[in-house]
Structure formats: structure tokens, C-alpha cells
């Protein structure tokens, strides 16, 4: 079973219209049930379409920059096993141990490490703050980010990469679950409130994130995983709140009513703005 799986994922990168219908089935399949069984009612400027119409253009920029990334990381990945460079090589691990070792640190670099820094870090809080600025959190929201953020958010899966020496595999599989977990941590469903608690220990859970979305701190400083709940858990960053407390938007830093305005979210992180998040 391992060596169809290995094999399947080996080359998944060859396949990036393949890639792209898990983004876009999931997407289409958590839209519905969204409809089906809300966390919390949504009031859209304008409606469902406008607001996805501007999240989806975030998404398309965002994927066209990491179109490019995808070769960096090939080229880097093949780097590590030829020189037998990170904890994969270092442990002479097992195809799971590969796998494990990949994830847990493409995780760590590419999920909680870059999310805490674009927080404390005033200029690249002014990008990771368009992030913030969606009063509506649904599906679309997840890979609204400026393409500065996208940028870097590259980056430092790249250091997740020379850290672990992840094979490609390692990569893809890591990748297809960030796929979905970005969908379902954002998407608007209302999961039985055990079932959510259940997951949140390991995985970070649609209302755990929900939180990190609240439109107060520390609540927005919390919460920083991508897939996995235990970084927050060990690093003392994990916060609850009653989902029907939270309240989305920001209480400064952007005009709310401002939220779907495409051309002002590219260009506010380049103008002078008020005291940020660290002062």
C-alpha cells in the first residue's frame, strides 16, 4: 500500500490541474454545507459571490506564486537527498518517518513559525493584516492573502524543507492536507461542539481557528497552526472562545466597511498607518 501512496505523490507535482481540482472540489463541496449548517450568520456587503470574487483573487494570485515556489521546491528537495541534508537523512528514517518528520516540520516553518512572526513583527503584520480585514469568514477566506505575505509564506517552507530534507513525497502529502485544512478551518459549519473539541487537541479544529479570527486580542494573537493543534498547545499560544461570541474584523488597524475593497487590501500595507500590533 505505502508504494502506491509513495508513487502517487511522488509525482503529484507533475499534476498541477490534478492539485488544483482538490482545491477547487473542496472548496465547492464546504460552500454547500456552509449553506446547510452555519457556524455563525454572515452579513456580506453586497452577497456570497462579491465577497468569494474578492477572496478567489487573493487565492489565484497566491497560487500563481507558488506555482513558482513548486520548482524551488523540487530543485531544494533533491538537494537535500543528494546530499543527504536534514532529520530525514540525519535519522536515517523510514518512508513513514519521512513523512512524519516532513510534516511536523512544514508545519512548525510553513504554518505556526511564519504565522506568529507575520504577528509580531509590525511590517509584516501590515500584509498578514488583509488577512484579518474579512469581516466574513467562510471557505474563500483561507488563501486571502496579499502576495507579499504569499511570498513569504514560500519562504519559510522553504527552511521547513532544508530542516527535515522532506523527499518530495513528504511534500505533496503534506500540502494536499494543508490544501483541505485551510478549507474546513475557515469555512463557516457548525460542528457538534464534542466533535470539535476532540479534534482541536491534535488538528487545529474549524472553531479553534475561528478564535485567531476574533476581531479583538489577545484572541487574534492565538492560534497560530495550520494543520496541527500541538504547536499552540506546547507553545502556550492556544485560546478558546465561544463561537458564538466571536466576532470577525478588526477593532483597528483597517476600516471594516473597507473589507471588500480590492484595491485599497493591495495597496494598504504601503501606506503610514497607526500604531500596529506590537506597539
Known amino acids: 500500500m505505502w508504494e502506491r501512496v509513495i508513487d502517487y505523490f511522488q509525482t503529484l ?6 492539485r488544483t481540482l482538490y482545491l477547487v472540489t473542496g472548496m465547492l463541496l464546504l460552500w454547500m454545507i456552509e449553506g446547510a449548517i452555519p457556524l455563525v450568520g454572515l452579513r456580506y456587503k453586497k452577497n456570497k459571490v462579491n465577497h468569494a470574487a474578492v477572496n478567489l483573487t ?6 500563481i506564486i507558488h506555482t513558482g515556489f513548486a520548482v524551488i521546491i523540487v530543485l531544494l528537495s533533491d538537494w537535500c537527498r ?8 540525519w535519522l536515517d528514517a523510514s518512508v513513514i518517518g ?3 518528520i516532513g510534516f511536523l516540520a512544514l508545519d512548525f516553518f510553513g504554518g505556526w513559525l511564519v504565522h506568529i512572526t507575520e504577528h509580531k513583527i509590525k511590517f509584516l503584520w501590515r500584509f498578514h493584516v488583509i488577512h484579518h480585514t474579512d469581516n466574513n469568514v467562510d471557505v474563500t477566506t483561507g488563501l486571502r492573502h496579499h502576495p507579499v505575505e504569499s511570498v513569504l509564506r514560500g519562504l519559510f517552507f522553504l527552511m521547513g524543507i532544508i530542516v527535515s530534507g522532506a523527499p518530495i513525497y513528504s511534500v505533496m502529502i503534506y500540502q ?3 490544501v483541505f485544512a485551510t478549507q474546513i478551518t475557515h469555512a463557516n459549519i457548525n460542528l457538534p461542539p464534542l466533535m470539535d473539541k476532540i479534534v482541536s487537541y491534535l488538528f487545529v ?3 479553534m481557528h475561528k478564535v485567531h479570527h476574533h476581531w479583538k486580542q489577545p484572541y487574534t494573537d492565538s492560534n497560530y497552526g495550520a494543520v496541527l493543534a500541538i504547536w499552540d ?3 502556550g499560544t492556544f485560546m478558546k472562545l465561544n463561537p458564538g461570541e466571536i466576532r470577525y474584523g478588526l477593532d483597528r488597524y483597517y476600516p471594516n466597511e473597507k473589507d471588500e475593497d480590492l484595491g485599497l487590501l493591495m495597496k494598504h500595507p504601503f501606506k503610514k498607518h497607526p500604531p500596529t500590533v506590537n506597539d
Open 98 to 100: 519521512a513523512i512524519v
Open 233 to 235: 498547545r506546547l507553545l
Open 58 to 63: 487573493f487565492t489565484f494570485i497566491h497560487l
Open 13 to 18: 507535482d507533475h499534476r498541477p490541474i490534478e
Open 82 to 89: 543528494t546530499n543527504h541534508f536534514g532529520f530525514v537523512y
Open 176 to 178: 494536499t492536507c494543508l
Open 205 to 207: 479544529s474549524p472553531n
